[in-house]
């Protein structure tokens, strides 16, 4: 892996955005940090059989790029449309403050996905992404948090290990328990007040 760290005591990042479409894969290209500006994305690998794995969910503010992994493959997908800039870290605190968000983040969907049961799994990471990229809604006929990521059921099957079929069933179930509510274009509203009910 190749060093990030220049030593100038700086970021430099070019402020002109790069605008990708939902659904594409960014470019691969070792010597590139994509910060996001706007949009979700998905990082991922996948297995011999075909399988996706997901390794990571990234929003605004975050810095990605295939430098900060050794997994192969490695691809990030556009979750929705896209607005990054491209950086080169040359400050050691920020370069380190970015691999701990990553290490972070491994180690909270790590641990979301220990548990046994798809539901449990599911409705935690409808909670993890409801505080880490979600947004307060509260008017008469809906309150909680709105997670935005248009998120496919085919999407959050490869990020908990499970199949589409699974994860239709039981955002059918939690919907029905009324721990969260399904909008159009695949926005989910996670109602917080009733998290304690899978935290026992």
């Known amino acids: 892996m190749m060093s990030l760290y220049t030593g100038q005591g700086e970021s430099s990042i070019d402020k002109t955005a790069h605008s990708f479409k939902r659904r594409s894969r960014l470019p691969k290209n070792q010597s590139n940090i994509w910060q996001i500006k706007s ?14 794995v997901a390794l990571g969910l990234w929003g605004p503010g975050d810095k990605i790029g295939t430098i900060f992994s050794k997994v192969e493959p490695y691809d ?13 870290e040359n400050d ?14 491994a180690q909270e969907l790590m641990i979301i996905r220990t548990h046994k049961k798809v539901e449990i799994i599911l409705f935690k990471l409808l909670v993890w992404l409801s505080k880490k990229f979600g947004s307060e809604v509260n008017d008469h006929n809906l309150s909680g948090s709105l997670i935005d990521m248009r998120l496919t059921h085919e999407d959050l099957a490869a990020i908990v290990g499970s199949t589409r079929v699974t994860i239709t069933r039981v955002m059918g179930q939690l ?17 917080e007040e009733e998290t304690w009910y899978y935290e026992i």
């Open 175 to 191: 919907e029905q328990e009324g721990l969260i509510n399904r909008l159009s274009l695949n926005r989910i509203m996670v109602k």
């Open 76 to 88: 990030m997908e556009c979750l929705t449309d896209v607005e990054l800039l491209i950086g080169i």
């Open 39 to 52: 949009g979700f994305i998905l990082s991922y690998t996948y297995l011999e059989d075909g399988t996706v």
């Open 92 to 105: 050691e605190n920020q370069l380190t403050e970015t691999l701990f968000k990553h290490l972070q983040q």
